[in-house]
């Protein structure tokens, strides 16, 4: 009796004892273990009426206001002329660089648009209130004023190498431009900064958080918890990392050729889908913009933390997504064909009016019209699911992708399986385009031959495999965090170097009208490199 009871007790204990790890719990823990130094390094928080805003969003959200100001709201006026720019019209082929405007904008626009248009509004409406879409949308207004800053700068301090490579960026015009004025060192240390923090967010923002809500999506469509890839999404990973791997050996041309293709499909796929779902809640359109609007201002304070939560969720999830301010995009906007550096800083404004205000908005819409608020207690009804607001710390598939994909399954179940094609070509669109610019800055920091481009390529690819097993709530963190650490170097550049813009598209205005009245482009050039040197 005495030895079954002991044998009765063994079983107890043994049926009682958790579980052995799963690879992608044990690669999760060591994601949070590496990464949480420096996620608490960058957002360092600032208490405004008792809640705790990043410094780092109110950083950037002040450049896109300076930056609007200053330059005479570029972002309206220079509107028409960017689609003129980058339709071709002031374009010739002796031009100095590598890509055209349109491949220009399309790699960009490749590395911007992705899941942070998709996932990332559906966690900043989560967690900060539908009113988070109205600052949103502002922020992107704001963030083209930017962007042309940044990539005119891009374009200026950018360099031709012997292979015929370009090379160009932030950590380029941070070095030279402060060089000319006579603070070299204070330019070398900016731009070794920056190319440390790009590094950092070509392994987070631009890899990690596409990995891991591609992933989730995944997991949704096929069974969730009893899905194959449930406990082994590291496989999906490994899968995604060697076909990134092939594509990302051909350079910027080759990138170039491949989102020329994918971006146009991908956002009319994505467009159409979420103007499909407008169309059906139609009705409901007009309450969601009031809310949207209402909430910006006077969000249920109680769940999510009131304006102050709205606003930094808004801008934290812009910025994200559109990445003005960054110092990201001027690296792929430096390898294009043109004389005139503002050309390309104008073409540039269009990224943030395409990712933010247009596809950012349109997500926007899809989401609050399809919810259900049942009072002010922040709970909601979306696709006969129960959700709660302001949960910033849930980790659930469900939080991010997964709250999207439910939006879009109230027109039809089927819309999750469309949504996974198009998180898909985002997230992959957005991994080639960031392993280039991870690699411009790797080269920055190591040299520049084979054997160093192998092994960041190596561990970008690593780093994907990584990405698909975090859980949610280290990837955004580390996701921002290395995105909004390259803005510290890269806007104090910005502001130190606005007289250069300034120059730079008084040249490219003057460079316009010549060409409208009818001189060649060549002519043109040539008399204004001329006249303003």
Not at 157 to 173: K, L, W
């Amino acid at each position: 009796m005495a030895a079954a009871a002991m044998l009765m007790m063994s079983c107890a204990w043994a049926g009682a004892a958790e579980p052995a790890e799963t690879l992608d719990q044990k690669i999760d823990k060591i994601f949070g273990w590496a990464t949480g130094w420096f996620v608490n390094g960058v957002f360092v928080d600032i208490p405004v009426d008792g809640y705790p805003v990043k410094a780092v969003v109110i950083w950037l959200a002040l450049a896109g206001v300076i930056a609007t100001l200053f330059f005479k709201f570029i972002n309206i006026r220079g509107f028409k002329l960017a689609l003129r720019t980058v339709r071709g019209h002031y374009s010739h082929t002796g031009d100095p660089g590598e890509i055209t405007h349109f491949q220009a904008l399309s790699a960009a626009v490749s590395g911007t648009v992705g899941l942070g248009n998709i996932a990332g509004v559906a966690i900043g409406i989560m967690v900060g209130g539908p009113g988070v879409a109205f600052w949103l949308f502002l922020s992107g207004f704001l963030g083209m004023a930017t962007k042309f800053a940044e990539c005119t700068l891009g374009v200026k301090y950018r360099e031709f190498h012997t292979d015929g490579r370009i090379h160009g960026g932030a950590m380029y015009y941070l070095k030279k431009g402060f060089a000319e004025r006579g603070l070299a060192p204070v330019g070398k240390v900016l731009s070794v900064l920056f190319a440390i923090f790009c590094v950092f967010a070509s392994f987070g923002g631009g890899n990690v958080f596409q990995v891991n809500q591609t992933t989730s999506q995944l997991l949704n469509i096929t069974g969730g918890d009893s899905s194959f890839f449930a406990g082994k999404q590291w496989i999906f990973g490994l899968i995604l990392a060697v076909i990134t791997g092939l594509v990302i050996i051909g350079g910027i041309q080759g990138i170039a050729k491949v989102t020329a293709r994918l971006v146009p499909s991908m956002c009319l796929v994505y467009v159409g889908s979420a103007l499909i779902v407008l169309i059906h809640n139609a009705g409901h359109v007009p309450a969601a913009i009031s809310m949207i609007v209402s909430e910006a201002f006077e969000p249920r304070a109680a769940v999510t933390g009131g304006i102050l939560a709205a606003f930094v969720w808004g801008m934290r999830r812009a910025t994200f997504s559109n990445e003005a301010g960054i110092g990201s995009a001027p690296i792929a906007h430096a390898a294009v064909q043109t004389r005139m550096p503002a050309s390309e800083g104008i073409v540039a404004l269009l990224e943030p009016f395409l990712d933010t205000v247009v596809v950012c908005t349109m997500t926007s819409l899809v989401l609050v019209t399809s919810m259900y608020f049942t009072g002010d207690s922040g709970e909601f009804i979306l696709n006969g699911k129960s959700y709660m607001l302001g949960n910033p710390a849930d980790t659930s598939t469900s939080f991010g992708i997964g709250i999207t994909s439910q939006a879009f399954q109230t027109v039809h179940e089927g819309f999750k399986y469309v949504l996974f094609v198009c998180v898909s070509l985002f997230a992959f669109s957005t991994l080639i385009t960031w392993s280039y610019y991870g690699l411009q800055a790797w080269q920055y920091l190591f040299g520049r031959n084979n054997i160093v481009a192998l092994v960041y390529k190596f561990i970008f690819c690593l780093v994907i495999i990584a990405g698909s097993s975090a859980s949610m709530a280290s990837v955004v963190d580390f996701s921002d965090a290395s995105l909004f650490a390259m803005s510290i170097p890269n806007l104090i550049g910005v502001y130190f170097l606005f007289p250069v813009i300034r120059r730079e598209f008084e040249k490219f205005l003057d460079f316009t009208k010549r060409v409208d009245a009818g001189k060649s482009i060549k002519q043109a050039a040539e008399e204004i490199e001329s006249e303003y040197r």
